[in-house]
């Protein structure tokens, strides 16, 4: 089978009406697949007011907003709203990016009909109940994403940490790393501005420790407010920038009250910003790769993550950056790992730079072509 004979139905719980780093990826892949002559249909809920215009063919889902204050997020109600649509497109192969309800009745519909079907991790679902304190949970919503995954041809992890991890639940799957690119244009050291720093009111001798995504509890906003508090605490000279927005940034603004809040930002202005930090914090363990991570690292940004799932593999321990290792007594290790870049200026050039050089191997159209590989070889294992 040849790329231009694929036909392929990909199924999001957010294409683009919010923006994060899985559906932007989902959009880049969707631009790179329809530039190899195959043929795409998007599934997913959609609103009036999308972050970004998507790509390639979109068929709004019905859906209900997330409870739980989270409404900016919808879940769809289903796959029969737009069961005559899926059926005239007639695909080959369908790809499921969430393990959602919608997710669910797609590969329901697809091994039903003897189709092909992929499934990409892209968030680790199962981290997000410990931060609305219902942990408890925990234990069935793996069973749940294990089972989940098993019902497919091919999973598409992100990494060999989410591999491992997948691989540790019981998910017996083949499996194909999905890794992420980035825009090397736009993320370079060369977008490094003082000017816009001084305009924020950071000093040029001030360290700026940043953080960049949604502000959202389960990005470790509480971890870093808490780093951020033992910094201060040491007398450890520093300025936090704060780039991004979200539902929490109140919360998270009462907790850094001294932060520079520099907003929502978007194409250049956001690798002007990226460039612009000295030391990149991100104490996530929700995310199963971290495109924000991958981000700083390109622009010659000195990182200090947790060593979890999404920086491992790609964060070179002690090289381009420190990893932490989350649980009893991380505060303290993330503010020695802190204090370090802060007060070592050789030692973070140097991790920016390591991290700049490893950075530039991760090219989109490469990584993409490894997903039109993955679709080829799930479609001939089905036959």
């Given at each position: 089978?040849?790329?231009?004979?694929?036909?392929?139905?990909?199924?999001s719980?957010?294409?683009n009406?919010?923006?994060?780093?899985?559906n932007?990826?989902l959009?880049?892949?969707?631009?790179?697949?329809?530039?190899?002559?195959?043929?795409?249909?998007?599934?997913?809920?959609t609103?009036?007011?999308?972050?970004?215009?998507?790509?390639?063919?979109?068929?709004?889902?019905?859906?209900l907003?997330?409870?739980?204050?989270?409404?900016?997020?919808?879940?769809?109600?289903?796959?029969k709203?737009?069961?005559?649509?899926?059926?005239?497109?007639?695909?080959?192969?369908?790809?499921?990016s969430?393990?959602?309800?919608?997710?669910?009745?797609a590969?329901?519909?697809?091994?039903?009909?003897?189709i092909?079907?992929?499934?990409?991790?892209?968030?680790?679902?199962?981290?997000?109940?410990?931060?609305?304190?219902?942990?408890f949970?925990?234990?069935?919503?793996?069973?749940?994403?294990?089972?989940?995954?098993?019902?497919?041809?091919?999973?598409?992890?992100?990494?060999?940490?989410?591999?491992?991890?997948?691989?540790?639940?019981?998910?017996?799957?083949?499996?194909?790393?999905?890794?992420?690119?980035?825009?090397?244009?736009?993320?370079?050291?060369?977008?490094?501005?003082?000017?816009?720093?001084?305009?924020?009111g950071?000093?040029?001798?001030?360290?700026?420790?940043?953080?960049?995504?949604?502000?959202?509890?389960?990005?470790?906003?509480?971890?870093?407010?808490?780093?951020?508090?033992?910094?201060?605490?040491?007398?450890?000279?520093?300025?936090?920038?704060v780039?991004?927005?979200?539902?929490?940034?109140?919360?998270?603004a009462d907790?850094v009250?001294?932060?520079?809040?520099?907003?929502?930002?978007?194409?250049?202005?956001?690798?002007?910003?990226?460039?612009?930090?000295?030391?990149?914090?991100?104490p996530?363990?929700?995310?199963s790769?971290?495109?924000?991570?991958?981000?700083?690292?390109?622009?010659?940004?000195?990182?200090?993550?947790?060593?979890?799932?999404?920086?491992?593999?790609?964060?070179?321990?002690?090289?381009?950056?420190?990893?932490?290792?989350?649980?009893?007594?991380?505060v303290?290790?993330?503010?020695?790992?802190?204090?370090?870049y802060?007060?070592?200026h050789?030692?973070?050039?140097?991790?920016?730079?390591?991290?700049?050089?490893?950075?530039e191997?991760?090219?989109?159209?490469?990584?993409?072509?490894?997903?039109?590989?993955a679709?080829?070889?799930?479609?001939?294992?089905?036959?």
């Amino acid at each position: 089978m040849k790329p231009t004979d694929l036909r392929v139905a990909l199924f999001s719980g957010n294409y683009n009406y919010v923006r994060d780093g899985a559906n932007q990826a989902l959009n880049l892949l969707v631009g790179y697949l329809l530039d190899q002559g195959v043929k795409v249909r998007v599934y997913s809920p959609t609103t009036d007011t999308p972050a970004f215009p998507p790509t390639g063919d979109l068929v709004s889902v019905p859906a209900l907003p997330v409870p739980g204050g989270r409404d900016e997020y919808k879940f769809a109600k289903g796959i029969k709203a737009v069961l005559p649509d899926l059926e005239a497109f007639a695909p080959n192969l369908v790809h499921v990016s969430a393990p959602e309800i919608l997710g669910h009745r797609a590969v329901t519909w697809a091994r039903r009909n003897n189709i092909a079907s992929v499934a990409s991790v892209h968030t680790r679902f199962e981290t997000y109940p410990a931060y609305y304190h219902i942990g408890f949970v925990t234990p069935l919503l793996i069973w749940t994403l294990t089972r989940f995954y098993n019902r497919f041809d091919t999973v598409m992890p992100t990494g060999r940490g989410m591999e491992e991890l997948l691989r540790s639940w019981g998910v017996e799957r083949p499996m194909q790393i999905w890794s992420r690119g980035v825009n090397h244009d736009r993320f370079n050291p060369g977008r490094r501005s003082l000017e816009w720093r001084r305009a924020l009111g950071i000093a040029d001798d001030e360290v700026a420790v940043s953080f960049l995504g949604r502000l959202v509890l389960e990005k470790g906003l509480d971890i870093f407010a808490e780093v951020v508090g033992e910094l201060q605490r040491r007398g450890v000279k520093h300025r936090v920038l704060v780039i991004g927005k979200g539902p929490a940034q109140q919360w998270f603004a009462d907790r850094v009250p001294d932060a520079v809040f520099a907003g929502f930002q978007a194409g250049d202005d956001l690798g002007r910003a990226v460039a612009s930090m000295d030391v990149f914090f991100n104490p996530s363990l929700t995310e199963s790769f971290g495109n924000v991570t991958l981000e700083a690292m390109a622009a010659g940004v000195a990182v200090v993550a947790a060593n979890a799932v999404g920086p491992v593999g790609m964060v070179e321990e002690n090289v381009s950056g420190l990893l932490v290792d989350p649980g009893k007594g991380a505060v303290g290790r993330y503010a020695d790992a802190i204090q370090h870049y802060c007060e070592n200026h050789a030692a973070r050039k140097a991790a920016g730079a390591a991290g700049h050089a490893i950075a530039e191997t991760y090219q989109w159209d490469a990584i993409n072509q490894k997903v039109l590989d993955a679709y080829l070889e799930a479609i001939a294992r089905r036959g």
